[in-house]
T-cell receptor, first 111, second 113 residues
Framework: GIQVEQSPPDLILQEGANSTLRCNFS?????LQWFHQNPWGQLINLFY???GTKQNGRLSATTVATERYSLLYISSSQTTDSGVYFC?????????????FGQGTTLQVKP | EPEVTQTPSHQVTQMGQEVILRCVPI?????FYWYRQILGQKVEFLVS????????KSEIFDDQFSVERPDGSNFTLKIRSTKLEDSAMYFC???????????FGSGTRLTVV
């Protein structure tokens, strides 16, 4: 099956700093999503981005499908950005798909 | 924005008991899923459900587990004879037709004691 690898595994930032999280995947995909898991365990959908670039406030994401990677940019980080960031790609089996998650990047933003 | 709703948010159960986790997917979605996340680990696929039957299940989803869509709105995961290692966060998700975004519920944290 498809492999999803995220880097770095852990990241510590000072508030206000910028960061880039990376997601590599081993096969072509039709769907890629970035999630933020908050301290309460909820998975918050950040981007649905199978290709191209999207921006939402201080966050932006770029997926280069032909090179099988996606990047999540966090600018001017805040303590509320802390948590685990997951990349997930869709793998099809027959007519139905499922999301395959990476191991996540744990981000800690210090005040 | 439409949401996937899960109940309960927390459940504590005795080892060997049966639990039912409940989900209300987004109303016009066609595909439904259960995922599991053991503390500190990644989110793992359990099962997908389409057209009132299981589409795919992982090797984790053995005879201890079952899913049901008892009516037009609810989607349930039943875990029989719970074990300590079933303690995890269980997420329900749904998606529409075609390759579109998956929406996840807030999860049910299951603790088996």
């Amino acid at each position: 099956g498809i492999q999803v690898e995220q880097s770095p595994p852990d990241l510590i930032l000072q508030e206000g700093a910028n960061s880039t999280l990376r997601c590599n995947f081993s096969d072509s995909v039709n769907n890629l999503q970035w999630f933020h898991q908050n301290p309460w365990g909820q998975l918050i959908n950040l981007f649905y981005i199978p290709s191209g670039t999207k921006q939402n406030g201080r966050l932006s994401a770029t997926t280069v499908a032909t090179e099988r990677y996606s990047l999540l940019y966090i600018s001017s980080s805040q303590t509320t950005d802390s948590g685990v960031y997951f990349c997930a790609v869709e793998q099809f089996s027959g007519n139905t798909g499922k999301l395959i998650f990476g191991q996540g990047t744990t981000l800690q933003v210090k005040p | 924005e439409p949401e996937v709703t899960q109940t309960p948010s927390h459940q504590v159960t005795q080892m060997g008991q049966e639990v039912i986790l409940r989900c209300v997917p987004i109303s016009n979605h066609l595909y439904f899923y259960w995922y599991r996340q053991i503390l500190g680990q990644k989110v793992e696929f359990l099962v997908s459900f389409y057209n009132n039957e299981i589409s795919e299940k992982s090797e984790i989803f053995d005879d201890q587990f079952s899913v049901e869509r008892p009516d037009g709105s609810n989607f349930t995961l039943k875990i029989r004879s719970t074990k300590l290692e079933d303690s995890a966060m269980y997420f329900c998700a749904s998606s529409g037709d075609g390759s579109v975004s998956y929406t996840f519920g807030s999860g049910t944290r299951l603790t088996v004691v």
